[in-house]
């Protein structure tokens, strides 16, 4: 036998052990994902966001980006609460612009 033939084997039977071995383990549960990013809006926890669910979670989430700009809480967003907000975010822009030019800086995003 040639060396290839022999690696070839050796590969195949090294493939079918290892999916003999993961072929036992059992199917993983759909709450294992409750933990991860944007599976709170799951409300009713059976594994599936519904539209309904989704539409809630973006609603909450508007309401509060509009209370965050909505800084005199009048119900209503005036020139200078958007200029404010668009200077906050400028300055966030370049505090990251600066900390990604560092060469030893720690990159947190």
């Not at 072929?23 to 759909?30: K, L, Q």
């Not at 709450?31 to 909450?60: C, L, M, P």
């Amino acid at each position: 036998m040639t060396l290839t033939r022999i690696l070839g084997v050796t590969a195949v039977v090294a493939a079918f052990g290892m999916g003999s071995v993961f072929a036992d383990e059992p199917a993983e549960p759909v709450k294992s994902h409750k933990s991860e990013r944007g599976w709170q809006v799951d409300t009713n926890q059976d594994g599936k966001i519904s539209y309904e669910e989704f539409r809630a979670a973006n609603d909450k989430r508007m309401e509060h980006h509009f209370k965050r700009m909505d800084a005199n809480g009048d119900g209503f967003i005036d020139q200078s609460e958007k200029q404010a907000m668009h200077d906050n975010w400028d300055n966030k822009r370049k505090v990251r612009g600066e900390r990604c030019q560092k060469a030893d800086a720690v990159k947190t995003y």
